[in-house]
């Protein structure tokens, strides 16, 4: 019996597909439309000219922040007279901050950056489709889904934190996306001139990565989870490139020649801005624990041994106990409960939005929710499943990045379900869904037979029928349930109407 032995196939380099004037077009075209939908009617929304839902905790933050500023370098403090503890870093409120010395104490002031950032999630979500699928039309998709995203809308209308943590890790998965592209271009330039194990050189995009995940860090911890999950995939595709150019032992080789450079971007880079971003707090003497150690707040804490470090290290190191102490005594067994608390599972399908503000009359209502538009949310479960099977047994590698990325925002929170949770933890989920979409809109767009009926009108296929109507769904459900996105009054009847499910009251 004669054996038939098949060769490995030889590797090939990255598809590139240049940048267009077309690409120009579209992705101004969209940025437009986001910096619109974004800032219209966007200080609507107020308590008698006050901050509204959780904006009360980070808009009075921010405009200590903007009273205190030192000078450009440092920046201000939170000093925080109206609460016991700010429990997160201070970047976000640095940030909003801006929007408050430029236009004051108003809701203009406390939203403008919000809302720039949000307008930005937009486009490089778009950028992210883009540079994942090269093709102008599948940017277009995901920038028409994320225009019309309720939940990547809302999030960027108002003064909180999770608008800035998103627009640093959607950002930070397209430099790690120019990354891997360009690493694989160096691997398939050095196999062309009969290097097998060549030496990648200085790596910009993962250090621009790096830096991102350093500004997301230095907005929520929940950042560490990207650090993780990005720094692994890095680690793993310089480990697959290693292998599928034919270097030996390639374990060894990544980890001599990849990981270090990997620990030192997507690791002490952000470790080192995110102490960085506290800079006003050590340089002032009135913020929040400077001298927690000199006035006898460490002796009477669980955390004693800080007492042998220096004043402001054992000051901050404090201040990092107490606020992990507030975040693991936030949980349901533990008595805490809110009337819009939901846990990851729910956020799969956007079961149980949150509801941001109200003002209701006899016969009327306006409200503004945390709404994840159902076209998109409810596509969550089918996309990742799709995604799975497409990198499994098509060996699509465009879908592996954004994959992590929606495990990053998503595997965390299973593993401290106890934990108080709203939907706008899930808000990093929604870009990282829409690529997915938007590269299954595309392959679908490939597929079907000519649809006789349209011809004489445009020769499309049915596929390509199918994506239009699908994506005419997703614009014509951000119009229907646009009342509750931007806090339209409306009759209590068309209320209860765009109420679909009991859950989401």
Excluded at 32 to 45: E, I, K, P, Y
Excluded at 163 to 177: C, D, G, N, P
Aim: with cysteine; hydrophobic share 50%; charged share 15%.
């Amino acid at each position: 019996m004669k054996l038939t032995v098949t060769a490995k196939p030889k590797p090939t380099a990255p598809v590139t597909v240049s940048w267009t004037r077309r690409d120009t077009a579209t992705t101004l075209f969209v940025a437009v439309l986001a910096l619109f939908s974004r800032f219209v009617g966007l200080t609507t929304a107020k308590s008698n000219g006050t901050p509204v839902f959780d904006e009360k905790h980070y808009v009075p933050q921010a405009w200590d922040i903007a009273r205190s500023w030192f000078n450009p370098v440092l920046g201000g403090i939170e000093s925080n007279p109206g609460y016991g503890l700010v429990v997160h870093p201070p970047l976000a409120k640095r940030l909003e901050a801006l929007g408050e010395m430029v236009f004051g104490y108003t809701p203009l002031g406390w939203r403008f950056v919000a809302a720039l950032f949000s307008s930005a999630v937009v486009v490089f979500t778009m950028l992210l489709a883009r540079r994942l699928s090269q093709s102008w039309m599948i940017a277009l998709f995901a920038g028409t889904m994320a225009l019309c995203d309720g939940v990547l809308l809302v999030i960027g209308r108002f003064g909180m934190l999770d608008v800035f943590i998103l627009l640093f890790v959607v950002m930070a998965a397209w430099t790690l996306a120019g990354d891997m592209r360009e690493v694989h271009q160096r691997f398939h330039d050095a196999y062309e001139k009969g290097i097998v194990n060549p030496r990648l050189g200085f790596r910009w995009w993962r250090f621009a990565t790096g830096v991102l995940l350093g500004l997301a860090l230095s907005v929520k911890w929940s950042g560490l989870y990207y650090i993780a999950f990005f720094g692994l995939l890095s680690s793993f595709y310089d480990l697959w490139l290693r292998h599928r150019y034919g270097v030996k032992n390639p374990v060894k080789e990544t980890l001599l020649k990849d990981v270090p450079s990997a620990l030192a971007s997507i690791v002490l880079i952000p470790a080192v801005l995110y102490v960085w971003s506290w800079r006003a707090w050590f340089a002032s003497e009135t913020a929040v624990y400077r001298h927690a150690l000199s006035d006898g707040t460490i002796a009477d804490s669980d955390w004693t041994w800080l007492s042998k470090l220096p004043e402001a290290a054992a000051g901050w190191f404090y201040y990092h106990f107490s606020v992990l102490k507030f975040h693991s005594e936030l949980t349901s067994s533990s008595g805490h409960s809110h009337p819009w608390d939901s846990k990851p599972w729910s956020w799969l399908v956007a079961a149980r939005p949150i509801l941001y503000y109200s003002a209701n009359g006899d016969e009327t209502r306006r409200t503004i929710y945390l709404f994840g538009t159902p076209a998109i949310w409810w596509l969550t479960v089918p996309i990742l499943l799709w995604a799975v099977w497409a990198w499994v047994t098509r060996k699509d590698r465009r879908v592996i990045l954004p994959l992590v990325a929606f495990g990053a925002g998503f595997l965390p929170w299973l593993a401290a379900f106890d934990r108080q949770m709203y939907f706008f933890y899930a808000a990093p989920l929604a870009p990282f869904t829409i690529v997915l979409i938007a590269l299954a809109l595309g392959e679908l767009s490939k597929r079907g037979a000519p649809v006789t009926w349209l011809q004489r009108i445009a020769p499309i296929t049915s596929g390509q029928l199918a994506v239009v109507v699908y994506l005419a769904t997703v614009i014509g459900m951000f119009l229907y349930f646009s009342p509750i996105l931007y806090g339209f009054r409306i009759p209590n009847g068309v209320y209860d109407q765009l109420m679909w499910l009991p859950s989401w009251r």
